[in-house]
């Protein structure tokens, strides 16, 4: 069983991201609403796009 853990900033509703992490070299997510679907990731890759996300790199993909 993993550990799903999301964020505070989510609210009780719908489209939330949950993270897992079963192990040192892993790192799932999945989103509430759909949670059969398992996006399998590293930490580094996850680091790099968190990276990108903090540097505005995704900006153009969310409405204002």
Avoid: R
């Avoid at 989103?31 to 903090?54: M, Q, W």
């Amino acid at each position: 069983m993993l550990g799903w853990q999301k964020s505070s900033y989510s609210n009780e509703g719908a489209n939330c991201l949950h993270v897992a992490a079963p192990d040192n070299n892993t790192i799932k997510l999945c989103e509430s609403d759909d949670p059969e679907v398992v996006l399998t990731t590293t930490p580094a890759n996850l680091k790099a796009f968190i990276l990108g996300v903090k540097a505005g790199e995704f900006d153009h993909f969310v409405e204002d």
